[in-house]
């Protein structure tokens, strides 16, 4: 499995994101007192989850030999009476019947992002010396 490492920069919330090869920033927007030079964590789940929803449905069709174009998941997280809700509108291009969109609309949600985000997780913390040591 592929670690995620995260370090905190010299901006007041900047973080610098190191995944395989890729170099990445998160931050939050000026409103919540962040520099913006990055995604906030709530727009990265959200990124996950929309990569993660297209690239399942782009495989899905691709076994079926479905004429699947083009995917496109826009999403957004709101709290709803106190509960978090992120609503997600699909919208899928090619010369899909509806019994095929109908069933793409269900595969989306098995992916395994979505069902990461559906189940309990645990998560397990713990203090380590080393990684400090380790340069960024």
């Known amino acids: 499995m592929t ?4 370090a905190s920069n010299s ?3 900047g973080q610098e994101v190191t995944i395989r090869q ?10 919540v007192g962040g520099d ?5 964590p709530f727009e990265w789940i959200l990124a996950g989850l929309g990569a993660c929803t297209s690239m399942t449905l782009q495989m899905y069709a691709e076994r079926k030999g479905w004429p699947l174009e083009q ?4 999403l957004d997280y709101v709290r709803q009476n106190d509960q978090p809700v992120i ?9 899909l019947d509806e019994k095929q969109r109908q069933r793409l609309l269900e595969m989306s949600d098995r992916c395994p992002v979505h069902k990461l985000l559906t189940v309990p997780v645990q998560i397990q913390t713990q203090l380590s010396n080393q990684l ?4 960024f």
């Open 87 to 95: 609503h997600v509108d699909l919208a899928m291009m090619g010369d």
């Open 22 to 31: 890729f170099r990445l920033k998160a931050d939050e927007p000026p409103t």
């Open 132 to 135: 400090a040591k380790a340069s």
């Open 3 to 6: 670690v995620v490492r995260v």
């Open 71 to 74: 995917v496109i998941v826009e």
């Open 11 to 13: 901006s007041r919330y």
């Open 36 to 40: 913006d030079s990055g995604p906030s």
